[in-house]
């Protein structure tokens, strides 16, 4: 299926227009999707890890999950985060974001080099819970403004 718009509109319409409700919206569940990702990913991970060896598919090269999901949550989130603030103007919405965002770099960096896996999970969960709430009040509280 082919969009009749391109990204780049999308996107210039949403930072040039007060309007962006929409889109702010589908950029917050998209991230709170990928904060439920992130959650279900630490939290059945060591299951499925464990049934691995039957299956044969333990390669341990040490390939790093959390690495390759910054690459998708931080834009996701960051676009969201200030396209929200634009309608709100909430400082604490930005703060749990930043909170959320700088335990998930931490884990999924200098934790997990230096603390190991089960520390990485800790700031993980915690990361993904604390986004996950920043999002949901970003999402209402720039639907519930009025345009500035």
């Known amino acids: 299926m082919v969009c009749a ?10 930072f040039m227009d007060n309007s962006q409700t929409q ?3 589908a ?8 904060s439920g990702l992130c959650l279900l990913h630490c939290l059945a991970l060591p299951f499925f890890v464990g049934l691995l060896p039957f ?11 959390h690495l390759q999901m910054l690459v998708v949550v931080l834009p996701v989130s960051l676009l969201a985060f200030a396209l929200g603030y ?9 703060l749990g974001g930043a909170i959320g965002l ?8 200098v934790v997990h080099d230096q603390l190991g896996s089960i520390a990485d ?8 819970l604390i986004l996950a709430v920043a999002h949901f009040y970003n999402a209402r509280f720039a639907k519930h403004s009025s345009a500035r």
């Open 5 to 14: 718009r391109s990204v780049p509109a999308i996107l210039r319409q949403a």
């Open 23 to 25: 889109a702010n919206s």
């Open 27 to 34: 950029l917050d569940r998209s991230a709170v999707a990928l």
């Open 55 to 65: 299956a044969g598919l333990a390669n341990g090269n040490g390939d790093h999950f």
């Open 86 to 94: 634009r309608r709100h103007r909430t400082v604490g919405v930005l």
């Open 102 to 109: 700088a335990l998930l770099i931490a884990g999924a960096t």
């Open 121 to 128: 999970r800790s700031f993980t969960v915690a990361a993904a």
